[in-house]
């Protein structure tokens, strides 16, 4: 795992980290995921019957950060009108857009315990850290992290 919840006050957070943009983005997607599902289905999901496809979240500006957050709030939308749950993807960012190549099963068999209203702009971070630079963990759970690599740091509205 290489995502942790963050602990905020009212709503609840992700952090994550990775050796690239795109695998910090897609480890908050697999956070907002895991956040959502029950124990109970957790278990399950490996054993739905998957389809595949490709979403594309376009950039403005190359704000990637705010792409982040429209690519997060895409997966909530598909795992609640379109009824896709997303299992699994593998994420390309370049200049224009955020495209990611899914697996997702039907979220009617996919059971809930928390309902992520929406994906805010509070405390948003993605961003590359440099060689040595050093990330200050955030107790009690989420450890220190030393560059090079990715962070995505996103709160969600529960």
Avoid at 47 to 52: A, E, F, G, K, V
Avoid at 66 to 73: I, N, P
Avoid at 137 to 156: D, H, K, R, S, Y
Wanted: charged share 25%; net charge negative; with cysteine.
């Amino acid at each position: 795992m290489s995502w942790w919840i963050l602990p905020t006050t009212a709503d609840i957070g992700i952090r994550a980290f990775s050796s690239s943009a795109e695998g910090a983005i897609a480890e908050c997607a697999f956070g907002l995921q895991s956040i959502q599902v029950s124990d109970k289905s957790l278990g399950s999901i490996n054993h739905l019957i998957r389809s595949t496809g490709v979403w594309i979240i376009p950039l403005k500006n190359n704000d990637i950060e705010r792409g982040l957050v429209k690519f997060l709030e895409e997966v909530l939308y598909r795992g609640s009108i379109e009824n896709q749950w997303l299992v699994d993807l593998v994420v390309k960012v370049d200049e224009d857009s955020i495209a990611a190549q899914v697996s997702w099963v039907d979220s009617e068999q996919v059971e809930r315990e928390i309902e992520v209203k929406a994906i805010t702009l509070h405390e948003l971070i993605l961003r590359e850290i440099n060689d040595k630079e050093i990330i200050t963990g955030v107790e009690p759970n989420i450890p220190t992290f030393e560059g090079p690599g990715w962070m995505a740091q996103v709160v969600l509205d529960i």
